[in-house]
C-alpha cells in the first residue's frame, strides 16, 4: 500500500514540475555580453582602467539593469537607467 501511494506522490511531482515549468529561452553568451557593456555605459567606473575603485551609481541598481537588459533581451530603450 505504501508503494502505490509513493508512486503517485512522485507521479503527482513530475507532474506538477512539467506544468509548472514556463517555456523561457535561455540568455545567449552574446545577450549578456552586450548586457555587460550596457551597464558599463550606464555605470561607468570612478576611475577608468580601475575596477577596485567601484562605480558610478549602487550596486544593486546595477544588477536590476543588468536583469532588466537580459529580460528584454538586450534590447534596451536609450541604453540609460531609469532613476
Known amino acids: 500500500m505504501a508503494k502505490l501511494e ?3 506522490i512522485l507521479f503527482a511531482l513530475f507532474l506538477g514540475v ?3 515549468t514556463d517555456r ?3 540568455v545567449t553568451v552574446e545577450v ?3 548586457c555587460n557593456v550596457l551597464v558599463a555605459k550606464a555605470f561607468p567606473p570612478v576611475q577608468p582602467g580601475n ?3 567601484g562605480s558610478k551609481g549602487k550596486s544593486p ?3 536590476a539593469y543588468f536583469k532588466k537588459c537580459l529580460d528584454k533581451g ?3 530603450d536609450d541604453g540609460t537607467p531609469k532613476q
Open 51 to 53: 575596477p577596485a575603485a
Open 61 to 63: 541598481d546595477a544588477q
Open 18 to 20: 512539467g506544468l509548472s
Open 24 to 26: 523561457v529561452a535561455a
Open 74 to 76: 538586450g534590447n534596451m
Open 32 to 34: 549578456a555580453k552586450k
Open 6 to 8: 509513493f508512486r503517485w
